[in-house]
């Protein structure tokens, strides 16, 4: 008993803060992770390594914001390829954005 007293405990202190945060919030305020994948990205700019990343084809964005809801970490994917500039520092490059255009105006690049 002592145990499910411990975990509904902490379940009761992380719901709360979980949705006054939004979405994802583990990833963005908790994960010990973020850091080095940030510091990493750093590094391979810096070094000037070639990496997978989002390109942007604007001519073909119509605006729709599919690639919005489909963004499981809730960026404004639509603005950045508006903006001819898709990288984030939170984006883990799922492809759901590139999946869910009917445009093809985001894909993957090297």
């Known amino acids: 008993t002592q145990e499910l007293i411990m975990f509904f405990?902490?379940?009761?202190?992380?719901?709360?803060?979980?949705?006054?945060?939004?979405?994802?919030?583990?990833?963005?305020?908790?994960c010990w992770m973020a850091p080095i994948m940030i510091a990493g990205t750093a590094l391979r700019k810096r070094a000037g390594w070639a990496a997978l990343h989002l390109e942007a084809h604007t001519e073909l964005c119509e605006q729709c914001g599919t690639c919005n809801k489909s963004c499981p970490i809730n960026l404004?994917?639509?603005?950045?390829?508006?903006?001819?500039?898709?990288?984030?520092?939170?984006?883990?490059?799922?492809?759901?954005?590139?999946?869910?255009?009917?445009?093809?105006?985001?894909?993957y690049a090297i």
Do not use: Q, W
């Open 76 to 107: 404004d994917v639509m603005e950045r390829v508006l903006e001819g500039e898709l990288y984030h520092r939170e984006c883990i490059l799922c492809g759901s954005c590139i999946d869910a255009c009917p445009h093809k105006a985001i894909t």
């Open 9 to 30: 405990g902490a379940l009761a202190m992380i719901l709360p803060a979980a949705f006054a945060v939004g979405t994802r919030a583990n990833c963005r305020y908790i």
